[in-house]
């Protein structure tokens, strides 16, 4: 079974930054699409941001275009969301997700989820 663990969440003051990871248990890792999820309280869950087996990679969100960036490491089965300039309203917890065969632009439902790990933006 294929196993996702987050990590890199944490307590932040808004305008900083944090890099949550995304670890994968199988070597088959490079053939999959990862997404990155976030569930703050009392909101459905929305995606965050899309990274393909190929390396193209989108935001979904309008509200994180230009502050978060997603990337992979296929070497360390590892996908990473970059978070700069934080505010309140990303508080959520981040889950990270995969999907093997198709892309970001696939209406494919991902199989896959971590636990999640809380991000809090707050003074």
């Known amino acids: 079974q294929l196993q996702l663990v987050e990590s890199g969440g944490g307590l932040v003051q808004p305008g900083g930054s944090l890099r949550l990871s995304c670890a994968a248990s199988?070597?088959?890792?490079?053939?999959?699409?990862i997404g990155w999820f976030r569930q703050a309280p009392g909101k459905e869950r929305e995606g965050v941001s899309c990274i393909s087996s190929s390396g193209g990679s989108t935001n979904l969100v309008d509200s994180v275009k230009g502050r978060f960036t997603i990337s992979r490491d296929n070497a360390k089965n590892t996908v990473y969301l970059q978070m700069n300039s934080l505010k309140p309203e990303d508080t959520a917890v981040y889950y990270c997700a995969a999907k093997p065969f198709t892309g970001c632009d696939s209406s494919t439902d991902f199989p896959f989820w971590g636990p999640g790990t809380q991000v809090t933006v707050s003074s």
């Open positions: 199988r070597l088959t890792f490079n053939y999959l699409t």
